[in-house]
């Protein structure tokens, strides 16, 4: 059997395989580009909610990014303890806090947009538009077949 043969039967054949392939190589690639800046990759869930929220209580961001709170309070330690965020106080509940960006984090956003949009560039480079729209379109059916964020 050709090595070729390899990678065009079985297992191998079928999308979702290189889904994951692609999915890994992506992450590997995101995060060698974020290291420098002081970001990883599990952050960026995290950093676009606030971004966009300003401010959000630890359960809604674990709500939002649909994982367990304690998996949140462990990437929000990391993230404060690397100066990402900044917790306040909430105004009514004393037993809760609000989550923001810190201004080192706000800061480094568009360094870290641009860094993301170059990754994205080289990963898609060759694909026609046209192509990809319709991954995007295919990749939000698989996504909410999941049970995913449509």
Do not use: C
Request: aromatic share 6%.
């Amino acid at each position: 059997m050709e090595s070729n043969d390899l990678w065009s039967s079985g297992f191998v054949a079928e999308p979702t395989f290189w889904i994951n392939h692609a999915s890994r190589l992506i992450m590997r690639e995101f995060e060698q580009l974020l290291r420098p800046l002081g970001f990883g990759t599990a952050y960026l869930p995290v950093v676009m909610l606030l971004e966009q929220h300003r401010e959000l209580q630890q359960r809604q961001l674990a709500d939002f990014v649909r994982v367990e709170q304690p998996t949140m309070a462990a990437l929000l330690t990391r993230m404060q303890r690397d100066g990402l965020i900044v917790r306040t106080p909430h105004p009514t509940d004393a037993r809760s806090s609000l989550i923001s960006l810190s201004p080192k984090a706000l800061e480094r956003l568009p360094e870290v947009m641009a860094v993301l949009g170059d990754g994205v560039g080289r990963a898609l480079d060759g694909v026609p538009e046209e192509d990809r729209a319709a991954l995007q379109r295919i990749l939000r059916i698989v996504v909410t077949n999941l049970g995913g964020i449509p």
